[in-house]
């Protein structure tokens, strides 16, 4: 288990994960704002065709 | 069956809700900009979520489990050169600042600035071609996941995957890019959930100790026959030679694969494109790690109790080790992203090809502009040809070894090509058209050789990185001696920033 390869295997996955998580709360609010802003002048510059 | 009720439940409201998100959408498309690159409207951290959503598509979590399998976390590798290329281009700004800078809509359209409209439309051509053909196995694999992950019957497949894609078909070619933003958003809220609540369930299901140790005794009995599990440089897993191809590979896809570099065209400026990058790097890791480590989990699992079942292979043996592992509820959020993941990735992948078919086929053999609506009616038949395409292609077509090979090799038709002639078109005055030419016919010899040799003499085939290196090799080579054996002018590309 001290292998350092195996070690290294180790950080990479569980930082992956924890990075995974952050992810989708971080970016997925963030995101979801411009997403928001998006449609918005989206809605402003082209209203829907009727 | 293996899904419960609740299972097929949250499977049904997220697939009809994408769906009315996707074609909600539509209301807003004006123009084929709006249909192919949302009117270049994008912010930094949309990009993330589109462009993460697009390139963890469940034929990702296929393969990546398949290298898991085969060859433990070694196999990973590949992610972690992957995220070091997206980080080394998100530092430099390498081909992707003056790229977006240059305001195309495709990288075969600044191909015409350089080298002239012939030199695009061939490009358009090998672009094309090998994204169809990498293209071709999507439907399969995600397929065989649900197969295997529900315990449906295998005679269903074909309908099954045939209904995806008509959904995804329905959203793309009435909602175009817009539509892949909104759906791209939910999917990747839902694949980020299902990736990180399934890996944690794996990881206590197997047991961190016992997967390292089973993996080391399996290496130590075999007597170092099988693939090093943790050393992807060892002999017996990929080797240097197979390490060094996938960097340049990597770095090649990161600045010309059209599916990300339609995200980094439809940001607001470069500077957003280049931190998208950045940010975005690490997240390739994860994308070849966790699902890779389910595959290891797999692996593990089955040796321990009693061996792989019949009708199981290295690719299907993740489904059904999940499938026997995860509890309901989670088994359904698993599924649910997993069709959301290969939804966000068809219609992504059918969007940016039909754009460069549209952009830089048949455009430039037009004698007459279409009107806008001729344009939007021209992509959307398109789009449904490409579908068409998958649904026979993706039926008959076998795969000659592992799916990554194949994804690599036939991403290779174009990746060496192209990627030589964007260094040369940007960064090297002396190009001409000449060079390009010959660096788009030599690239593309290796690759489309091995997937020949593959079908007519199996015996005789070719390593994978003997086949994508020397396409890399030769496409260089072709655009030295080809632009410095003439004299043929070529414009200085001088790109102006645009908003």
């Known amino acids: 288990m001290k292998d350092p390869y195996v070690l290294a295997w180790g950080a990479l996955l569980f930082t992956s994960i924890a990075w995974y998580g952050f992810l989708v709360f971080f970016i997925g609010a963030r995101a979801g704002k411009e997403l928001k802003t998006l449609i918005k002048d989206l809605t402003i510059a082209r209203p829907p065709e009727k | ?499």
């Not at chain 2, 071609?129 to 315990?151: C, E, K, S």
């Not at chain 2, 075999?222 to 943790?230: C, I, K, R, V």
């Not at chain 2, 005789?460 to 396409?471: D, L, M, R, T, Y």
Request: charged share 10%.
């Open chain 2, 1 to 499: 069956m293996t899904l419960s009720p609740i299972d097929w439940i949250i499977v049904v409201v997220y697939v009809v809700g994408c769906l009315s998100a996707g074609l909600w959408m539509r209301r807003f498309i004006r123009g084929v900009d709006d249909f192919t690159i949302a009117g270049r409207e994008v912010h930094v951290n949309l990009g993330i979520a589109s462009l993460a959503a697009t390139e963890m598509g469940l034929v990702t979590v296929m393969y990546t489990a398949q290298l898991g399998y085969e060859k433990g976390f070694s196999g990973e590798i590949i992610g972690v050169i992957m995220a070091a290329a997206f980080l080394l281009v998100g530092l430099t700004g390498f081909v992707i600042r003056p790229l977006r800078d240059a305001g195309v809509m495709t990288i075969p359209e600044l191909f015409e600035k350089r080298f002239g409209h012939r030199v695009r439309w061939l490009a358009g051509v090998f672009v094309a071609l090998g994204g169809l053909l990498n293209m071709g196995i999507f439907l399969r694999l995600g397929g065989d996941f649900l197969v295997h992950a529900t315990g449906m019957p295998a005679s269903w497949l074909e309908s099954v995957m045939t209904v995806l894609l008509v959904l995804v078909l329905l959203y793309t070619v009435l909602g175009g890019m817009l539509s892949v933003l909104v759906t791209d958003y939910l999917q990747f809220i839902l694949v980020g959930l299902g990736i990180v609540t399934t890996s944690v369930m794996v990881i206590i299901n197997i047991g961190w100790t016992n997967l390292i140790t089973t993996l080391q005794d399996t290496w130590t009995a075999s007597g170092g026959t099988l693939p090093h599990p943790f050393n992807p440089a060892h002999p017996t897993s990929f080797g240097w030679g197979y390490l060094i191809w996938m960097f340049v590979f990597q770095l090649a896809v990161v600045t010309t694969w059209q599916t990300t570099i339609s995200r980094v065209l439809a940001t607001k400026d470069s500077g957003t494109a280049t931190r998208m990058y950045r940010r975005v790097s690490y997240y390739f890791v994860g994308r070849f790690l966790l699902p890779g480590m389910w595959g290891i989990a797999a692996f593990v699992y089955f040796k321990q109790h009693g061996g792989l079942p019949a009708g199981l292979n290295s690719m299907t043996a993740m489904p059904r080790y999940l499938s026997a592992v995860l509890p309901i509820g989670l088994m359904g959020l698993l599924v649910a992203a997993m069709i959301a993941a290969e939804m966000s990735t068809i219609s992504g992948y059918m969007l940016t090809w039909a754009t460069v078919i549209y952009n830089d086929i048949i455009t430039p053999c037009l004698r007459n502009p279409l009107s806008n609506k001729g344009q939007l009616l021209l992509t959307r038949m398109i789009l449904l040809g490409i579908a068409v395409f998958l649904l026979f292609f993706g039926l008959w077509y076998q795969l000659p070894g592992d799916a990554w090979t194949f994804l690599a090799v036939t991403g290779n038709i174009y990746l060496a090509s192209v990627f030589t002639l964007l260094i040369a078109g940007l960064y090297w005055p002396r190009a001409n058209a000449t060079g390009a030419y010959a660096a788009l016919l030599l690239g593309a010899i290796g690759p489309i050789t091995f997937l020949v040799l593959a079908q007519v003499m199996p015996q005789h085939q070719i390593p994978a990185e003997v086949a994508g290196g020397s396409s890399f090799g030769l496409a260089f080579l072709g655009m030295i001696v080809g632009s410095l054996a003439t004299r043929a002018p070529a414009p200085v590309l001088n790109p102006q920033p645009t908003a």
